[in-house]
């Protein structure tokens, strides 16, 4: 379906759960959240017609989120019921990869095309720090199992913050030599807790660039990314600029939170309710929320936060 702006609107971003074990402190709170009444969220019958709705108004993609989707009760079966609908060309998930070890091969069998796993650090102590509970053993243990699972495409989702692992984007890049992993840099968001670092924090994408100037830029964009490779490299590199490159031009998402609100944009505070619905008052909301979709949004930066109204893990990272 085409918005009021010529955009093709074919990628949905579904968040299956809120909640998450762990506590990314841009993210959600440290006390985490409290578990919603089941009757308040999405059940699995509302979000496989949510998805069918979705793809008959052209939607090709769908990318399962959280907080963290492995502690969804029956994700596997969600997903191979999503996978199996008539339509979804791709359907990808968003973990922090700690459980990964116990569902990769589940996943795959399922009908999961690729897995993003979000690593932020490749240091033990930083990763607890960044995480608040996490072992970055686990994570790790993680990305290997989605290659031994069969993964082609595994994608690591990096929050870039100054101060914090700037000092290991070679790091990072060099995990790109020797497998086919794509490290994807992402500019830090005020938006949920990130509303509350220090400006210092926010740094952009260019740093990449000037951290490991080997970097060759690739004729091609992956999404919103910009793509660049080391020569000779088996991976990639792709740099996704929120704050320092708008990119609403070519937005071609809209997002479904676990309690059922579809958000046209991100960054804005504005929802529309699906839950309880009919899959063709379902359609039509989703056809409403598309013709909705603002052409920009507004500004953002460290001192402009973002109006989306709620924590990531609530909106589906």
């Not at 949905?12 to 308040?40: A, F």
């Not at 899959?279 to 603002?294: C, D, F, N, W, Y």
């Amino acid at each position: 379906m085409i918005d009021k702006y010529g955009r093709q609107i074919d990628y949905m971003r579904i968040s299956v759960t809120e909640l998450c074990n762990l506590r990314c402190r841009y993210c959600m709170p440290e006390e985490g959240i409290v578990k919603r009444d089941h009757e308040e969220m999405m059940t699995a019958e509302e979000t496989i017609d949510a998805v069918k709705a979705a793809v008959s108004l052209g939607v090709k993609k769908i990318r399962v989120t959280g907080g963290e989707p492995l502690v969804k009760r029956g994700i596997v079966e969600l997903c191979e019921n999503i996978a199996a609908i008539d339509g979804v060309e791709e359907l990808c998930m968003t973990t922090n990869g700690t459980l990964l070890p116990g569902y990769a091969r589940e996943l795959r069998a399922a009908g999961v095309d690729r897995v993003n796993i979000s690593l932020d650090t490749l240091k033990a102590d930083r990763y607890r720090e960044i995480t608040r509970i996490g072992e970055l053993s686990e994570a790790l243990s993680g990305i290997e199992a989605a290659f031994e699972a069969g993964f082609e495409k595994v994608k690591i989702n990096t929050v870039l913050m100054g101060g914090f692992n700037d000092d290991e984007i070679e790091d990072f890049v060099r995990l790109t030599i020797d497998r086919p992993l794509e490290v994807r840099f992402i500019e830090l968001m005020p938006i949920g807790g990130g509303i509350e670092f220090e400006k210092a924090r926010f740094i952009s994408c260019v740093r990449v660039l000037e951290s490991v100037p080997g970097l060759e830029p690739l004729d091609m964009t992956d999404g919103v990314a910009a793509m660049y490779a080391l020569p000779g490299a088996k991976g990639r590199v792709g740099l996704i600029r929120p704050i320092s490159c708008d990119f609403c031009e070519g937005c071609n998402k809209i997002r479904l939170t676990a309690d059922g609100m579809l958000k046209p944009c991100l960054h804005s505070g504005a929802e529309i309710s699906i839950k309880g619905r009919s899959r063709e008052e379902m359609t039509e909301v989703i056809r409403e929320a598309i013709l909705s979709k603002p052409q920009m949004r507004e500004t953002l930066d460290a001192e402009n936060p973002s109006h989306a109204g709620r924590n990531m893990n609530s909106i589906g990272g």
